[in-house]
């Protein structure tokens, strides 16, 4: 959750400016805030994708503005869902003869699962997995359907990389967030100011 606190000059200026045009200040206040909120909805995804090598789609899938700010409350909450990892065909997964390859960290370089696949051989993709990732691992079981049953093998695993709330959290982008909200917030305040004071002047008409 992020704090930030309203500067009280300005609070005025936008008490005076909303005033002179008979609009309510909390209610222009409001909407300032809701502005931000989209805004910060947007930044908390483009942080996320500086981060790790996710697509757009899925690191705001995560966000939400669970609640938007209103004359009665002066405040809105953009959400961030822990979700579980993400499987590996998120992170440019290609399958090889050795194993598999992928990128997840957005400054580093791909990464190697020897022994892992993505399908029955080298390019072709098993259409009931959807390009997800798996490896043999742990202790020999056996097998008790398909053309191995009866035999002893190792359990097939999914190979999983992060989730957008782990990136972000990981990351530690919630401080450098809050500097974004907060000059945004500024911005939106300062913009309405500065536009009810230019339609009390007849400057602009509505």
Known sequence: MLAI?????????????????????????AAAINQVSKKTKLEMGRGIRATVNLKKEESEKPLSIRASATEQNLSAVVSLKKTPRLGLRHFGAKQDKRGVSYKISKTGGRKRLNGAFMGPKP????????GNVFMREGAAVKMTKGRHRGRMRQPIVQKRGVSAWGAYVKNSLAAPQAKVVEAELRYQIDRRINLNLLKASGLVKT
Do not use: F, R
Request: charged residues 30%; without cysteine.
């Open 123 to 130: 390019g072709v993709i098993k259409v009931s997995w959807k």
């Open 5 to 29: 606190e309203i500067d009280q000059n300005q609070l005025q200026k936008l008490a005076t400016a909303s005033a002179s045009v008979g609009k309510k200040m909390k209610k222009e206040l």
